[in-house]
T-cell receptor, first 114, second 110 residues
Framework: SQTIHQWPATLVQPVGSPLSLECTVE??????LYWYRQAAGRGLQLLFY??????ISSEVPQNLSASRPQDRQFILSSKKLLLSDSGFYLC?????????????FGEGSWLTVV | KQEVTQIPAALSVPEGENLVLNCSFT??????LQWFRQDPGKGLTSLLL?????REQTSGRLNASLDKSSGRSTLYIAASQPGDSATYLC?????????FGKGTRLSVIA
């Protein structure tokens, strides 16, 4: 069966520090991968999605970047965090973009920028 | 740009009641609509997926309907239980990945 892992689960980072959140999927090949952010009062916002290694689509211009160095690995990064980067980050995967396949979410990473 | 709205934002009901959560979306050109459940501080769990050609889907005490032309969906929960307490999110998929509503926070009181 397929599983998705993301880490760390919780982190507190000072403003200006770098960020790296990692997500891996097991039990499937060539998944579509997503990073969402959930901030208070703003709902779930799609940040990046990827349909293959090295292919990244950005939905919202911001202080963050994403990379997909391997088929089942998706990394969210920042060189210098802002206070506004605080939130709950969720990694997700599905098969075939826009084809009606269920999307599966990781357990999320709480980021507090202080 | 697709926008998804969920009403009400929060709902509190006594155990055993039937209830309806509402979702509306602005662009009817969708492939599917999904309902998710999110427990506090956790990821999302998919509950029901309705393809654009379908009118409804059922899973246990949950029934979701879709009226694509009017841009509306409802999630019906029968005989609510305290364990149903969570935030329920609606999301639509069109030419871009899922767009989510802000959710309805449900509390079922024992």
């Amino acid at each position: 069966s397929q599983t998705i892992h993301q880490w760390p689960a919780t982190l507190v980072q000072p403003v200006g520090s770098p960020l790296s959140l990692e997500c891996t999927v097991e039990g499937t090949s060539n998944p579509n991968l997503y990073w969402y952010r959930q901030a208070a009062g703003r709902g779930l916002q799609l940040l990046f999605y990827s349909v293959g290694i090295g292919q990244i689509s950005s939905e919202v211009p911001q202080n963050l970047s994403a990379s997909r160095p391997q088929d089942r690995q998706f990394i969210l990064s920042s060189k210098k965090l802002l206070l506004s980067d605080s939130g709950f980050y969720l990694c997700a995967w599905s098969m075939e973009l826009t084809s009606g396949n269920t999307i599966y979410f990781g357990e999320g990473s709480w980021l507090t920028v202080v | 740009k697709q926008e998804v709205t969920q009403i009400p934002a929060a709902l509190s009901v006594p155990e055993g009641e039937n209830l309806v959560l509402n979702c509306s979306f602005t662009d009817s050109a969708i492939y599917n609509l999904q309902w998710f459940r999110q427990d506090p501080g956790k990821g999302l769990t998919s509950l029901l997926l309705i393809q654009s050609s379908q009118r409804e889907q059922t899973s246990g005490r949950l029934n979701a309907s879709l009226d694509k032309s009017s841009g509306r969906s409802t999630l019906y929960i029968a005989a609510s239980q305290p364990g149903d307490s969570a935030t329920y999110l609606c999301a639509v998929e069109g030419n871009t990945p899922l767009v989510f509503g802000k959710g309805t926070r449900l509390s079922v009181i024992a």
